[in-house]
């Protein structure tokens, strides 16, 4: 761990000046140090392999495959294909060269129809053919173009060379070649033209004859480019590479120092890029690249477990675009991208392929011996020690007889010791190497040990600056004080707050101080030489010294503060006094709660690993910027324990899918500025396309009933895929820019008329806006009623409403007589409406006024009316009548078991099963609550008992419709002199009473009043 205090400050960065001038570029990968972008089949690709590329001035991305060729257009890739009687398509679906001349002309070349060149007014193409005649082309098989200073071009086929004028209005044979097999062509200054054919290397001079260089192995010219002003590079026989020297004749072999390349069976293609670097394309290797003599040969191969890689080890063609992006396309699977400023970490991983990689993916620590540039790494399966003489790992583990079987598989850290030891940390125990025997045994701590160790339970080792050591492990710690011979154990104990925080012990950190800190499961322990017991620190809210948890993963001491990374606590940074904490998490801009490693570089950021990828923050602003797997992070996911930084700055990180290097102090370069084109424009409302004036520069004008228009666009840098942002304006619409994040179409709707510009930027990879635009303009029309003849029409129209009112108000004057009249008889019929209205409201006010509202009976207040008046009437005539009161048997048991709303339905039920067995004359109403009555006029008190009788055994109607076995009791007597109403209710409600006593569900009478 480097700790930039101020007296070091001055040794590092001779460190740093030191290391470049060692270590110019430091590269510990046996292949696949990249991130490839990769577009496929599933992506839209007509077909798998791709024959050619190009990323035309206008933006276009091309692709020439097998079945046909693919034009990127923002929302997929569009397919041009040959039409059965469609003279304007493709001439063959096989394509096998792509070119754009000085005009920005996209000339394809096909395996059997010849040549064609595309026209974006018409979306469509014309064809040169084959023929027999001056006029036509020597072969359908179209090679190669190259177009000279002059302005001609030149179309290179299977069986001769061909000329294009200037004006593209003749074309002509060279017949100096005819019959020729033409494999690439290549400009110079002064129009010289260099062919590669099937007979070797030729020069075509200015008489238009040809001068053959023969190559020292085989004739063939597969590929010819320039190397510089004065030197070409070519392939011989799909096998050999050679620089070529035109001044001299001389050819020169290319040293291929990398075994893979040299046992490549087929060299497919050669592209020399804008940064100088050599790419080379193999059909069964993969791809290299070449970044000078004194660095090895990057390998590129397609790795079964990393979608980042190469997508195919058959390379068909590589090229570069104006930002600086190389496209590989591939026999079988689609186009690999590959862009360098995505590029900013280097990645080293296990490949199944190759042995010389590391064993596996789950990478555990290093360490870096600057001396050698030997490399130790640990993964989970055992070690691998890198020897970059010879560009490979050294594998040590339990399969290979070098490493303790029951380490392998459990390995969690590397640490190398203040006297060169290396040590091993598994689950199982402590390993440490013997160079000399060049092998791992298990590690056997000096002295006498404490009789509760366990080794197989030790899981970190340190020896501080004292000469103590230290060994943590599953059930405490253990220590070998300097000067002694008897190891100590420490262990937690809830009754002495200066004990240990914990049993599990993970790790050691030692400060400036020479203080070790002690990473337990449970805690932070803190050892001061000289002072007894430790200083606890753990997770607590109320301290204000308190952690994000209690399990530390990472430690770093910074001049003014210590930081330390907690496993789902956040990053941490405490006060050199130790008095309080700053928790930093997730809510502050971390891309993730568990830091895994804390390293600085020399501009002051920290550099940390996480579940979310790694992470640059500056410390002074918490500015935080992320970096994920497009980045060339290994995988989201990093590990405890793997992390290292070399005295000259270099930082390891490693995680679940092999390992991050990189240098932290290299100055990050800007990405490149990467154009956004305007590739769509429809109108919504009828489907018309637009999109051919879009690079005329000219406006375009719109009807207006086409309003709805809708763009679609796209940046340049295919690379980057969703981290490109986009931002829109419509001037004369749109008050500011309109950020669209990474989608990349705009809708406008129902626009007003007038004159538009809509301005499009895309960011960088970084979130920078490109300050260039894609510009459109256009005018959308006004409709016709805001015309010139529209307004004339109005003026006319307008004379003819101000005559015809006139007329009109004359009319209007008799016609409001007849409507006065009319409105007289409608208000008189309206007031006897409303009056016979009134008449029905007072008939029902008075029906509500005696009528219960439940069952529709008399209420008992109409009942004591009609009690009142057959008083009357029975002592004026001498009239016998009975009155009954009746009661529904245990009803409160209904409503409590059953509910009101059940008890209601009871009350309907009987009052519709009584009304049966009455008479019209007689007057049934509701009493109250459950009681109903009944008066029987002119009915002596033996009938009134049969018609009481039969109202109880109608009482089964009302069982019957409820489903529930309800009853009623009644109380019958007959009116005799002297009775009143207050008598009258009296008597029946004894006999009501009698009844209930009686058994209920029963009739039982009272004589008449004595």
Same mark, same amino acid.
């Given at each position: ?19 470049? #001038? ?68 493709? @001439? ?28 974006? =007014? ?37 069986? +001769? ?54 190559? @020292? ?29 035109? #001044?001299?004749?001389?050819? /020169? ?5 990398? /075994? ?28 290299? &690249? ?112 070098? *490493? ?31 160079? /000399? ?38 059930? +405490? ?8 011979? %008897?190891?100590?154990? *420490? ?9 240990? #925080?914990?049993?599990?012990?993970? &790790? ?5 101080? +020479? ?7 449970? +805690? ?10 430790? &200083? ?134 800007? =990405? ?47 690379? =980057? ?64 009623? /805001? ?46 409406? &409303? ?5 029905? #409201? ?19 207040? %109409? ?16 009239? @016998? ?33 009584? =009304? ?95």
């Amino acid at each position: 761990m480097i700790k930039l205090v101020p007296q070091r400050i001055t040794l590092v960065f001779f460190l740093l000046i030191l290391g470049r #001038a060692v270590f110019s570029d430091p590269y510990f990968s046996t292949g696949n140090d990249g991130v490839f972008q990769r577009f496929t089949i599933a992506d839209g690709l007509a077909q798998s392999t791709g024959q050619d590329i190009l990323l035309d001035s206008k933006g276009r991305l091309w692709i020439g495959t097998q079945d046909g060729l693919d034009c990127y257009d923002g929302k997929g890739f569009k397919h041009y294909r040959p039409l059965l009687r469609n003279e304007t398509s493709l @001439p063959d679906t096989t394509i096998i060269s792509l070119f754009e001349d000085k005009s920005g002309v996209v000339w394809v070349g096909t395996l059997g129809g010849g040549a064609a060149f595309y026209r974006p =007014a018409t979306d469509d193409f014309i064809r040169i053919p084959a023929g027999n005649d001056e006029k036509s082309l020597y072969n359908k098989e179209i090679r190669d173009f190259a177009e000279t200073e002059d302005g001609r071009l030149w179309i290179a086929t299977a069986s +001769g060379l061909h000329v294009l004028s200037s004006d593209r209005s003749s074309l002509s044979r060279v017949t100096s070649t005819a019959g020729i097999y033409i494999e690439r062509i290549l400009t110079g200054p002064k129009g010289q033209l260099w062919l590669g054919t099937k007979n070797g290397l030729a020069f075509f001079n200015a008489e238009g004859s040809l001068q053959y260089f023969k190559t @020292p192995l085989g004739n063939r010219i597969t590929e010819l480019i320039r190397w510089d002003e004065s030197t070409l590079l070519l392939i011989s026989d799909y096998k050999n590479i050679y620089y070529f020297y035109p #001044a001299t004749g001389e050819f /020169k072999p290319y040293n291929m120092r990398d /075994k893979n390349l040299a046992g490549a069976t087929i060299i497919e293609h050669l592209l020399r890029d804008s940064k100088g670097n050599l790419w080379i394309g193999t059909h069964d290797r993969g791809l290299f &690249r070449d970044d000078g003599p004194d660095n090895l040969i990057r390998h590129f191969t397609y790795n079964p477990e990393d979608y980042r890689s190469l997508s195919s080890n058959a390379v068909r063609r590589i090229r570069e675009d104006r930002r600086g992006t190389i496209w590989i396309g591939t026999y079988f699977n689609g186009l690999s991208v590959f862009a360098y400023e995505l590029q900013r970490f280097h990645i080293a991983r296990h490949d199944p392929l190759n042995q010389d990689s590391i064993m596996d993916n789950t990478v555990r620590g290093f360490y870096l011996d600057s001396a050698t540039g030997e490399l130790w790494v640990a993964t989970s399966k055992g070690m691998n020690r890198w020897f970059p003489k010879e560009g490979r790992y050294k594998r040590y583990s339990g399969e290979y007889g070098n *490493f303790p079987k029951e380490f392998s598989g459990n390995v969690r850290g590397l640490y190398r010791s203040p006297d060169g030891r290396l040590f091993v940390f598994s689950f199982n125990g402590i390993a440490v190497f013997e160079p /000399k025997a060049d092998h791992f045994i298990a590690y056997e701590p000096r002295g006498i040990l404490h009789p509760q160790y366990l080794s197989k339970k030790a899981l970190a080792l340190h020896i501080d600056r004292h000469g103590n050591e230290w060994i943590g492990t599953q059930d +405490g710690l253990y220590v070998l004080f300097s000067g002694k011979n %008897r190891w100590e154990r *420490f262990i937690k104990d809830t009754e002495n707050s200066a004990s240990l #925080a914990g049993y599990y012990i993970t &790790r050691f950190f030692e400060d400036s101080q +020479g203080r070790v800190w002690i990473s337990t499961s449970s +805690g932070l322990s803190l050892w001061t030489p000289g002072v007894i017991g430790f &200083r606890n620190f753990k997770r607590d809210e109320k301290d204000p010294a308190g952690l994000g948890s209690d399990y530390i993963f990472s430690f770093y001491e910074a001049p003014d503060a210590f930081w330390l990374g907690c496993q789902g606590g956040g990053l941490v940074r405490m006060e050199k006094d130790l008095s309080a904490t700053r928790i930093y998490t997730t809510f502050d801009g971390l891309p993730n709660n568990t830091i895994y490693s804390i390293l600085p570089d020399h501009f002051g950021f920290l550099w940390v690993s996480t579940n979310r990828g790694i992470a640059r923050i500056d410390p002074k602003t918490m500015n935080i910027k992320s970096f994920d797997e497009q980045d060339g992070v290994q995988s989201q996911e990093f590990n405890n324990f793997a992390y290292w930084q070399s005295p000259e700055g270099l930082i390891f990180m490693g995680g679940v899918a092999g390992f991050n290097y990189f240098d932290p102090n290299m100055e990050e370069k800007p =990405a490149p500025a990467s154009k956004v084109v305007l590739s769509e424009a429809r109108v919504r409302s009828n489907g018309r396309s637009i999109t051919c004036c879009l690079s005329s520069g000219k406006p375009v004008n719109l009807a207006w009933a086409e309003r709805d228009i809708s763009f679609t666009f796209y940046s340049q840098d295919f690379a =980057a895929g969703k981290r490109i942002q986009y931002t829109t304006k419509l001037e004369g619409y749109d008050k500011d820019w309109s950020r669209l994040g990474n989608k990349n179409t705009i809708d406008y709707t129902n626009l007003p008329d007038g004159h538009y510009v809509l301005r499009i930027k895309a960011s960088d990879i970084y979130g920078s806006w490109n300050s260039e635009e894609a510009v459109f303009y256009f005018q959308v029309m006004p409709p016709w009623w /805001k015309t010139w003849p529209a307004f004339i029409a109005y003026i006319l129209v307008l004379a003819a409403l101000i005559y015809g009112i006139f007329r009109i108000a004359l009319r209007v004057q008799n016609n409001a007589r007849i409507r006065l009249i009319k409105e007289n008889q409608r208000l008189e019929e309206l007031v006897a409406k &409303r009056t016979a209205d009134l008449v029905e #409201a007072n008939r029902q006010l008075e029906n509500l006024a005696t009528h219960d509202k439940l069952t529709g009976l008399f209420n008992r207040r %109409r009942m004591d009316e009609i009690i009142a008046d057959e008083i009357g009437r029975s002592g004026r005539y001498k009239k @016998p009548f009975c009155f009954i009161i009746g009661d529904i048997d245990h009803f409160k048991n209904i409503n409590d078991t059953r509910g009101h709303q059940f008890g209601d339905q009871v009350l309907t039920a009987t009052a519709v099963a009584l =009304a049966k067995g009455l008479r019209s004359s007689d007057s049934f109403g509701r009493w109250g609550g459950e009681e109903f009555v009944v008066l029987l006029p002119e009915t002596n008190l033996a009938d009134g008992q049969k018609i009481a009788e039969r109202m109880r055994v109608l009482m089964e109607d009302a069982a019957a419709s409820t489903n529930y076995p309800v009853t009623m009791s009644f109380g019958i007597v007959e009116f005799g002199l002297g009775d009143t109403i207050e008598t009258i209710v009296q008597r029946a409600d004894e006999a009501l009473y009698a009844a209930k006593a009686g058994g209920r569900n029963r009739v039982e009478t009272k004589g008449k009043n004595k």
